[in-house]
Every structure is written in structure tokens, then in C-alpha cells.
């Protein structure tokens, strides 16, 4: 490593921990950020030399990357964004801090992915999927799949392992070969991890045609774009492996969606040469995810948390939730997005039949839409109220960011 | 109204809906249901035939490209000029508020709309995003607006229509004027689920609709609620 990047490496070390120790935060940010103004070179610098795997998708960043981590973890020590700073900030802090790691796994927000692909020359990337988020400020979701398919033509080395039920996906990762400019598609391994939010792919990002569906399968019915046959799949409680190997998977995280995350998990390790037989048990020593899932014991009552920051991921967390009594907090400060309208996009009505709670700066907006949808509930003031709402036994928490960072912040920064 | 039940047609869920347009169609059939009246929902993809004979249609937000290829496929299509001219509603939202004018830009183009109000858009300086709220025609006989907007355009009204309110936060169409109207048919900047936070439009669009001038009122505690701790946000904001 050059010697600008040793002294920003231990720069940037040094940030992290004097901004954690002055109860800052964890010094994921600020670390990296001093360290790129010293060399901004950095990032490509730490990631020289290791064999990084990036994962990237609207939904199920963090846990897929904690997933991957441990099914690499086979094969030895592995540096990894664990706290979710997912910007090349965050990726620098994180490869500063591990030292010498022969394997990185890497968050990457979606809209930041080329630029970490240029930085770190993966060997593989993981495109999960795209769906509508925050849409005051974040790029639409056909304009976030061109850019992902034209960053993966630079890279005619990299490996992809993508998510065939998602047409978003399948057309960003299968770019059009381009020999006069250099541009080589990518090789692509498909797993199918389901997908329960269609709204964002009716029509085709190719030609514009309405993408049809029936049962798994979606195909474009104006150009030849369809579901590819996946070598990756969820089947009953465990993962189909390419090979037809079927492996249980039992993990500690709820939910159909996190079934799929692990097969994306062993599909990534499976590039660095992982056989799934030696990873799959590992995945199941990963629990919480920066508090995602996290459980918590207060005054008799079990609490959850789960986090739900857009509609396809609301979805998912009424599938993981069990029938008990919700409380459900939403806020719209910047880093959840301004406008509450996608509430309106989300379906409450498989809470019928449960004790709702609502709470959260804009549990108004939230109000209104349950009214609408014939889901009784109550209004709270405060996380506290909530819990003396209900009765001792599980209390399950929605909440979508900043909400969930807050309630977080009443449980003692639970993990 | 048409039939024995109210007929709401959600024009294009496939090009045309982006924040939450659904919302719109969801507050109408549950406060005409509250009411007693039989109400059907049919939501029409862009490859199907639009049909004429419904009460209420509604367009939602949306892209430059599918806006642009929902305004072609309206024309083409022909429905929705017929439906109007038999006296139904129809209720535009941004990029459906757009396209029911003259012409409207999208992807750097000139696109022709429907012709169906007297308004025609252009690019603006800015983006506008954020809280909109204006005080709303007194012909209209409803409370002040109260909205989010995100889009590019800037929209110029002409002798046909009127706007349906006067910008007191935001920018609306031009930073003065915030919407149009004609007869039954309203668009507005406020985007997505517009009637959650206007429970009094929904009820206006209705009106229209069925022609019963005095509705039951209904309980819109938690709406109320909403438009207060919004206005409150509002003022605020100015303040700082």
C-alpha cells in the first residue's frame, strides 16, 4: 500500500474509535470520510489484494451481507460493513478497521454501486432487487437498473449472481454485448428468492411492453426478455443448490424472505468456492442485524423489531410477523423520505384481527391509511405507552428507519 | 350514476401510479361504501379497452416515458373523451393532471395531450418537492388544500378552466396557482392518495358523480387530525 494510504488507513482508524469513544455513533461515517479526504484513492487501495464480494438491492442489503459474511467465513477472515454504512465512506471505514483480510463482503446502496464496483473490483456482485423507495429524492426504479446495467459492461471479470424473479434485475444484469467499445456481459448466476412486490415491473424496461405472469414464471410479451431458469432456489425449508443438492437451512431471522437471502448468501460464497454442505450452518449463527430482529424482554413482554422501509419490504415483515399484538411507527424525516405516500401502496390488511398500536411523528398519515383499509387500531404517544397497551407475551415493532433507530434507541442500542 | 352501483375506473395502475395513486380510488369506494353505495372498482391496464360508462375515472403519477405512452394510448383509445362527454368525472393527478391538457413535455419532447382542459405544461426552473397548500375556489365549497408535490413541470392555465386553488405553500402550477377545473373534471399537483388528506374533494368528486348534493357526513376524526398537525408543519416550516 502506498504510504499516503497507510497514513489514511490509520487515520481513519483512529476517527472511528475517538468518534465512538466520544459516543458519537460507531464511527463507521466519520472514519472513512477522513480517511478518503487524505487519499481518495483509499477505498481501491484497502481493497487490493482481497477477494471482495458486493451486495447490493432495495431491500435486504444488511442481512444478506451478515448472511454471506458468515457462509465465507468457511474459507478465513473476512472485513465486512457490518453496521450498514453502506457508501464508499462506510466501505472504507470497514476495510480500514479489519487490517489484512484475505475476503470482504461489502453493502453497497444501490445508487452508489458503480462507483464501488470502479473502487473494488469485486470478484462478484449480488443485485437483489429494485423497488420503489423513497421516492421524494431517490431515482426511479427503471433509471436505477440502467445504471447498473451500464456500470456491469466495464467489468468483463466480475461475477453476478442475481435474482430472476425480479425483471428490474434480470434486464440490468444481461446487458447487450458491445465489442467495438469493449463492453462484455457479465456471467450470470440466477437464484429465485420469490417476489411479493410486483408493482415496479409491469412493464418491460427493454421495450415497454406489460410484463405478463403466471405462477413463478414473468415474461416480456413485446421482446424476448423472461424469467431465466434459476440454479439457485428456496424449496419447502431449505435451498436447492445448482447441483440439486438440497440443503436444510435453519436460521434464527423470521420469514419466507430471509429463506431467500440465505440461498443468495450460498450462491455468493459458492463464487469464492464455498460448497454450500460446509456454509449452510453457519448462516444459522447470524440473529439480529443492527436490530433488525432483535428481541427484547421488557415488563413481561417479548418485543421484536422489524424494519419495513418501503412497500415490498412491508410486505415481507407482515409475512414474518406472528399474530400478536403490532405496533407500527413511522416518521418522514430525510432519511426515511418526506412523503408518506407509499403508505397507500402498502396492503394492512393482513393485521386484521390484531391489537394495532400506531405511533411515530406521522402516525396521522398512518391513521388515515388503516382507516381506509378497515384495520382497527390505537393511537399511541410514546414506545413506552405501547408497551403498557398490551398484554405480556410478544409485541411485535414495524417501524420504518428513523422510527426504528429511535425505538432502538429506548431498547439501549439493542444489536 | 350509471348503474344501480357507483363505477370508479383506475385509468392505467400499470403506466400510472407511482405514489400511492391507489389511494385514491380505495378513499372514494370506502366513503361512498360508508354511505350505503354499491361500488365497483375496475382497474384498467394499458392494453385493454377503457370503458366508456363509468362514473369516476382516475389518473394517477407517473414517468416521462409511460406518461407519454398512457397519453398516446388514451387518445388512440377514445374512451375517456366519450366517457366525459356523457358527464363523468374524471380526477387527474400529476402526470394524469398533465396529459388531460393540450400538451405536455416528457423526455425533452413535446407530447399532445387530451384536450380535455384548457392547460397546457412545460418544463420549470426547479423541481418542486414538497408540502403544497393553497386556498381552494370558493365555487368549490372546500376547505383549504393540503398536499405533497414532486414533479418538473409548470403548468399554464387557459380561459377554459379555473384554477382550483391559490398557492400559499409550494409551487402548484406556477408558484401562484395550484390546479385547474372545468365542469367534472379536476387535476392537481398534489400527488398520490391526494383525497387522504382532502377528505372534502373526495366527497366533491361524489357529489358530482351521483348528483346527491347533501351526503351523511362521515367520521374524519383522524383526517382532521392530519390536515391540522400538516398546516401546523407548514407554518412552522415558514417560520424557520
Redesign the interface.
Known amino acids: 500500500m502506498p504510504l499516503r494510504a497507510k497514513v489514511a488507513s490509520s487515520v481513519s482508524r483512529t476517527a472511528a474509535a475517538l468518534s465512538r469513544a466520544a459516543g458519537r455513533g460507531d464511527g463507521s461515517v466519520i472514519g472513512g470520510w477522513i480517511g478518503l479526504k487524505i487519499d481518495p484513492d483509499l477505498l481501491a487501495h484497502l481493497s487490493a489484494g482481497r477477494a471482495i464480494a458486493l451486495v447490493s438491492g432495495t431491500n435486504g442489503k444488511t442481512t444478506t451481507t451478515r448472511l454471506t459474511t458468515a457462509a465465507v467465513g468457511v474459507l478465513g477472515r473476512v472485513a465486512t460493513n457490518s453496521f450498514g454504512a453502506n457508501m464508499p465512506t462506510g466501505h472504507t471505514s470497514a476495510l480500514a478497521k479489519a487490517g489484512s483480510t484475505p475476503y470482504a463482503v461489502l453493502e453497497v446502496d444501490e445508487h452508489y454501486l458503480a462507483q464501488v464496483l470502479d473502487a473494488t473490483e469485486p470478484h462478484v456482485v449480488a443485485l437483489l432487487n429494485l423497488s ?1 423507495d423513497q ?3 431517490a431515482k ?1 426504479v ?1 433509471m436505477m437498473a440502467q445504471l447498473w446495467r451500464a456500470a456491469l459492461v466495464r467489468h468483463p471479470d466480475l461475477r453476478v449472481v442475481a435474482n430472476a424473479d425480479d425483471p428490474m434485475v434480470v434486464w440490468a444484469a444481461t446487458p447487450p454485448a458491445d465489442p467495438a467499445r469493449g463492453h462484455v456481459p457479465p456471467q450470470v448466476t440466477w437464484f429465485s428468492a420469490g417476489q411479493r412486490w410486483h ?1 415496479d415491473s ?2 418491460c424496461p427493454e421495450c ?1 411492453s ?1 410484463i405478463q405472469r403466471s405462477g413463478e414464471q414473468w415474461w416480456c ?1 413485446g421482446c424476448p426478455l423472461r424469467r431465466p431458469q434459476p440454479q439457485w432456489t428456496v424449496e419447502d425449508d431449505g435451498v436447492l443448490d445448482p447441483t440439486g443438492a438440497w440443503h436444510k437451512v435453519q436460521l434464527q431471522l423470521p420469514g419466507k424472505v430471509n429463506l431467500g437471502n440465505a440461498a443468495t448468501a450460498l450462491a455468493v460464497a459458492a463464487e469464492f468456492g464455498v460448497r454450500p454442505v460446509d456454509a449452510v450452518s453457519r448462516l444459522g449463527t447470524v440473529t439480529s442485524v443492527a436490530g433488525r430482529y432483535a428481541q427484547v424482554d421488557r415488563d413481561g413482554r417479548n418485543i421484536r423489531l422489524l424494519l419495513a422501509k418501503n412497500p415490498a419490504s412491508w410486505l415481507e415483515a407482515f409475512d414474518m410477523a406472528d399474530v400478536a399484538p403490532t405496533l407500527l411507527s413511522i416518521n418522514a424525516r430525510d432519511p426515511d423520505g ?8 402498502v396492503d394492512f390488511s393482513p393485521l386484521r384481527g390484531r391489537q394495532v398500536l400506531i405511533t411515530g411523528d406521522r402516525a ?2 398512518l ?3 388503516l ?4 384495520v382497527p387500531f390505537q393511537h399511541v404517544r410514546s414506545f413506552d405507552d405501547a408497551v403498557r397497551a398490551v398484554p405480556p407475551g410478544r409485541l411485535e415493532v414495524i417501524a420504518n428507519y428513523t422510527a426504528f433507530q429511535d425505538i432502538r434507541a429506548e431498547l439501549d442500542r439493542v444489536n | 350514476m350509471s348503474t344501480e352501483s357507483l363505477r370508479i375506473v383506475w385509468i392505467y395502475p400499470d403506466l400510472l401510479s407511482t405514489y400511492g395513486d391507489r389511494g385514491n380510488a380505495l378513499i372514494l369506494a370506502r366513503r361512498a361504501q360508508l354511505r350505503g353505495m354499491p361500488v365497483e372498482v375496475l382497474e384498467v391496464r394499458s392494453d385493454q379497452r377503457l370503458p366508456a360508462t363509468a362514473d369516476i375515472y382516475l389518473i394517477g403519477g407517473g414517468e416521462d416515458g409511460p406518461q407519454a405512452l398512457g397519453a398516446q394510448r388514451l387518445i388512440a383509445d377514445g374512451g375517456l373523451h366519450r366517457a366525459v362527454a356523457q358527464g363523468s368525472v374524471v380526477f387527474g393527478v400529476c402526470a394524469g393532471y398533465q396529459l388531460l391538457g393540450t400538451s405536455f413535455f416528457a423526455k425533452g419532447t413535446r407530447c399532445t395531450g387530451l384536450e380535455l382542459l384548457d392547460i397546457s405544461s412545460d418544463r420549470g426552473p426547479t423541481r418542486a418537492v414538497g408540502e403544497l397548500a393553497g386556498e381552494v375556489d370558493p365555487r368549490l365549497g372546500i376547505p383549504y388544500l393540503t398536499g405533497f408535490e414532486n414533479h418538473g413541470g409548470r403548468t399554464h392555465l387557459g380561459p377554459g378552466v379555473s384554477p382550483v386553488a391559490r398557492v400559499t405553500t409550494g409551487v402548484g402550477n406556477d408558484g401562484t396557482t395550484e390546479g385547474a377545473w372545468r365542469g367534472k373534471l379536476l387535476g392537481t399537483y398534489s400527488h398520490g392518495p391526494a383525497l387522504a388528506r382532502n377528505p372534502a374533494l373526495a366527497d366533491l368528486l361524489l357529489r358530482w358523480a351521483t348528483g346527491i348534493h347533501q351526503l351523511p357526513p362521515l367520521d374524519d376524526t383522524w383526517a382532521d387530525r392530519l390536515r391540522s398537525e400538516r398546516r401546523t408543519a407548514v407554518a412552522a416550516a415558514a417560520r424557520a
Open positions: 420503489r421516492l421524494d429524492r426511479e427503471a408493482d409491469w412493464v415497454g406489460t410479451t418526506l412523503d408518506t405516500s407509499w403508505l397507500f401502496d396521522y398519515d391513521a388515515v391509511r382507516d381506509v383499509n378497515g
